[in-house]
């Protein structure tokens, strides 16, 4: 379909060669992999586990940095259900061996990467795992996922796990004992947390026990959208509050409001707004959460393993094809930063809210 | 001494709370568990020592760097704890600014006593880089390049490196998860034979099987390289005739000189050279034994190379001392049968234990005095740039991408 391009006058087309070029644009949260055009064929190249690298998709992007959260809930290549250590490490191999056979992606470790990439007109490319679960109970496995390049993990997926409890649960419980241990040795070997899809007690617990800020990767705000996908204020204040960052979310029908029930840049960009607006411009980015594919296919054939139907019910809202302006990581990374423009975001403001935040807490915990 | 400048004290797993986080062990000291010996050079040799160190970029084909406890009856608790501690102190003490490190290899019974298990490398593996990651001396290796920064900026380039292939079991896209968390050097089979091929011990070496000619296959077209210091003969001679690359090995001595099945028969090395491939020199004790040194020391272990030099040329050789930080011969007892050692020295002339190797009783030792021993010997410049790393470099070029 044709892409979609936040459109600019003239000097607006200007500033944006100048942002680009000054400001370090990261992506909190994508899965820049492409998927096969038939849905269909979608289970066997997941299990697989030979993801393909949107190389080409990925240079075209404004992106100087992506953390790519890998196959997460698809990763299905021994068990539908998912979430199988030996799993986990054969995507996170599988997809390191091919990055490290070119030169335009760099596997992240550090923040310099970061930098370099930007320098030399490359990407860095940072794995995350959006929850912890193939870990069960044993500590060293973050150590492990350390050693292998994992730089950031989710606490539970939407489904609970032996850290705590997951969004799509209906009761209230928070993190557990060894959720607490786990924690506390991410701390240590400054690995970075991201709760993303943590029930909220769980979030909640999650912020006081760390001692080191967090982020909450890929969400949006429940107060505009009344579904548990999205977290209430309260959690996202207390992120910030320990200087946290909270990056917007936009995989199909999670970021949608009353003033735009059809999901596109315009919902996803209200949710920003209301958010920078309760915590402050300093805590604020961009985990848009697309793949190069049919999202909305996937989440149909892969609904129940990923609690689509839990996490999306509340209001009635229109059903998309595919989030217009969003549809994939470099169109979603054209479209952000065209809208904050097009909205007279100062050099400053886009700066923090386009990389600079997420730095600023990598700093701290990396 | 420091020869590493780039060394700033780096413990391992400083991140973490020795004792609390993972348990206490007393290790043995680095480099004065045993009178250390230092090879005497004379005042010119000395200075032509120093020039030689500060110009080649020299090489471990082959070791394991890491403490050991004290008392080595620990030993199997300390390896099922899957937390070796890397040698950071001792190794910015040697004229390293290479090292392969070949982590627990048959020693790694952190789930099964029988070791070489899938989950269990990748435990081994991704713990070590995870410390790795905390520290700024050794950098992982991953292209030539890597070899080279290292040697410029005073650092040290650390290869991961697995001696066998069992944990692959018949999963050939296992050698790309391997690459991807950066092992550059695989051994085809240990001393056991595994579903690739048959290993030194086997009786019934029937070559290389399907599996390992598609593993084969694939490392080449990965980039990852070949070790066969373990491996049998026969499979040997197959790995080498089906890899498009040259292959290593990278820890052995000749058979020719001492008769025991862990070494290389003339035909075998002759075979590698022939592709162009490099042969290291083993020292791990009672190995590079020799008629003339029968108490296992550096002089035997030097007759071994210069035999093989003589054999295939001086563009064909290195060093893989395979030494550790610890016991080396109580690790042996220990471990006996994962380390197939009685097999290894059948068919040998008598000889008597040594409580541990003169001369190369550590990764770093035998790196001060191997290189001590090329001067002493009035090898040239370029004789030594070749076989403390040239060589191997060389290969490399050819093999990883």
């Known amino acids: 379909m044709a892409p979609y391009l936040v459109s600019l006058n003239a000097e607006e087309e200007a500033r944006l060669a100048g942002i680009l070029h000054e400001h370090v644009i990261i992506s909190l949260h994508e899965h820049p992999t492409i998927t096969p055009v038939d849905v269909n064929e979608l289970m066997a190249y997941e299990r697989e586990g030979r993801e393909a690298t949107a190389f080409e998709g990925l240079a075209h992007s404004y992106l100087d940095a992506v953390f790519d959260n890998m196959m997460d809930g698809t990763c299905v290549i021994s068990s539908k259900a998912g979430w199988k250590w030996l799993d986990v490490i054969h995507d996170i191999g599988m997809r390191s061996c091919d990055i490290a056979h070119q030169d335009f992606i760099i596997k992240g470790h550090s923040l310099e990467d970061i930098f370099r990439a930007k320098r030399e007109g490359k990407i860095a490319w940072f794995i995350s795992v959006e929850s912890a679960t193939m870990i069960e109970n044993e500590l060293d496995r973050i150590e492990i996922l350390y050693g292998l390049g994992v730089r950031m993990m989710g606490i539970t997926y939407s489904e609970s796990n032996s850290l705590g409890y997951g969004l799509k649960e209906k009761s209230s419980g928070g993190l557990t004992t060894f959720g607490k241990a786990a924690v506390e040795r991410m701390n240590k070997i400054g690995m970075a947390i991201d709760v993303s899809h943590t029930g909220d007690q769980t979030a909640r617990d999650v912020i006081e026990t760390s001692n080191k800020p967090i982020f909450i990767s890929h969400i949006g705000a429940r107060n505009l959208w009344n579904i548990q996908r999205l977290k209430p204020d309260d959690v996202l204040k207390a992120c910030a509050d320990k200087g946290g960052v909270i990056g917007i979310e936009a995989a199909p029908h999670t970021t949608i409001t009353k003033k735009h029930t059809r999901h596109g840049i315009e919902s996803f960009m209200e949710h920003f707004e209301y958010i920078k607006d309760l915590v402050g411009i300093e805590h604020v980015t961009f985990g848009p959460d697309t793949l190069y594919g049919d999202h909305v296919g996937l989440h149909g054939l892969f609904s129940k393993s990923m609690s689509i139907a839990e996490n999306t019910a509340g209001a009635d809202f229109e059903h998309v094809p595919y989030v217009e302006g969003l549809e994939n990581p470099t169109e979603a990374s054209w479209n952000i930063v065209r809208w904050l423009i097009k909205h007279g975001y100062s050099d400053e403001d886009m700066s923090k809210v386009l990389g600079g935040n997420t730095v600023r807490l990598l700093r701290e915990v990396w | ?401």
């Open chain 2, 1 to 401: 001494m420091t020869l590493k400048k780039a060394y700033d004290g780096y413990k391992a797993y400083s991140y973490l709370e020795e004792g609390v986080d993972y348990p206490y062990f007393k290790y043995s000291s680095a480099t004065e568990r045993v009178e250390p010996y230092l090879l005497p050079l004379n005042e010119t040799q000395e200075k032509r020592l120093l020039e030689v160190v500060d110009k080649s970029i020299i090489i471990s084909l082959h070791d394991h760097p890491v403490y050991f406890p004290e008392d080595m009856k620990q030993v199997f608790e300390y390896n099922r704890e899957g937390r070796q501690i890397a040698a950071y102190e001792a190794l910015s003490k040697s004229y390293l600014d290479v090292v392969f490190d070949n982590l627990m290899d048959g020693t790694n019974t952190i789930g099964s006593k029988n070791g070489w298990k899938w989950n269990d490398v990748l435990h081994d593996l991704g713990i070590r880089l995870c410390d790795l990651a905390h520290q700024n001396f050794i950098i992982r290796a991953e292209k030539v390049e890597d070899l080279y920064r290292a040697h410029k900026e005073g650092k040290m380039a650390l290869v991961p490196t697995i001696e066998g292939a069992a944990m692959l079991e018949n999963e050939v896209d296992r050698v790309e998860i391997l690459y991807g968390f950066g092992v550059r050097l695989m051994g085809i089979t240990y001393s056991e034979g595994n579903s690739l091929g048959a290993g030194l011990k086997e009786k019934n070496d029937g070559g290389l099987m399907a599996q390992g000619y598609k593993v084969v296959e694939r490392m080449n077209k990965v980039g990852m390289a070949i070790d066969c210091s373990h491996v049998g003969d026969n499979t040997t001679i197959d790995v080498i005739e089906a890899s498009k690359h040259p292959i290593f090995m990278s820890h052995c001595g000749a058979r020719q000189i001492w008769n025991t099945r862990r070494l290389k028969p003339d035909h075998v090395i002759k075979a590698c050279a022939a592709k162009g491939g490099v042969i290291g020199i083993e020292a791990a004790p009672h190995t590079t034994l020799t008629v003339n040194n029968l108490d296992h020391n550096i002089e035997g272990f030097m007759e071994h190379f210069e035999y093989i030099k003589d054999l295939v040329g001086i563009d064909f050789v290195a060093f893989g001392p395979d030494t550790l930080y610890g016991d080396h011969v109580a690790l042996h007892h220990a471990f006996a049968s994962h380390l197939s050692i009685q097999s290894a020295h059948e068919g040998t002339a008598h000889f008597d234990e040594v409580p541990y190797v003169k001369g190369l009783e550590n990764p770093t030792e035998a790196s001060l005095n191997i290189v001590r021993w090329l001067v002493k010997h009035n090898y040239s410049d370029e004789d030594i740039a070749k076989v403390v790393g040239g060589n191997v470099i060389r290969v490399l070029e050819e093999v990883w991408v």
